[in-house]
């Protein structure tokens, strides 16, 4: 069982960046692929980046292609998503999900969430 524990949201005006964290307990967490999803008010639940666990990256290029960069620490058991040049349409509950060894973009594939971070730009 993986235990998943988003932080680093806030309010931000547009331009400004952002550094959320995913701290992961239990599990062996190298062998899993660290997702982070973003929910916005009245849209569905959208992948934004993937950190494979055998080290490669995944983005949703359509929205945050440039902009934000996923990373993980496998010695502190946690991926990181530092978004930049943040716009308000960025705006949505940011949810970091963990799979064993996956390689998916879908919701469906993750077994494991997060509560959640608020991630609110606007000047």
């Known amino acids: 069982q993986v235990q998943l524990v988003e932080s680093g949201g806030g309010l931000v005006q547009p331009g400004g960046s952002l550094r959320l964290s995913c701290a992961a307990s239990?599990?062996?967490?190298?062998?899993?692929?660290i997702a982070w999803f973003r929910q916005a008010p009245g849209k569905e639940r959208e992948f934004v980046a993937a950190?494979?666990?055998?080290?490669?990256?995944?983005y949703n290029g359509d929205s945050v292609k440039d902009r934000f960069t996923i990373s993980r620490d496998n010695a502190k058991n946690t991926v990181y998503l530092q978004a930049n040049s943040l716009k308000p349409e960025d705006t949505a509950v940011y949810y970091c999900?963990?799979?064993?060894?996956?390689?998916?973009?879908?919701?469906?594939?993750?077994?494991?969430w997060g509560q959640g971070t608020q991630v609110t730009v606007s000047s």
């Open positions: 950190s494979r666990w055998f080290g490669g990256t995944a």
């Open positions: 239990g599990g062996s967490f190298d062998s899993y692929s």
């Open positions: 999900a963990a799979c064993i060894s996956c390689i998916s973009r879908k919701l469906e594939s993750y077994n494991y």
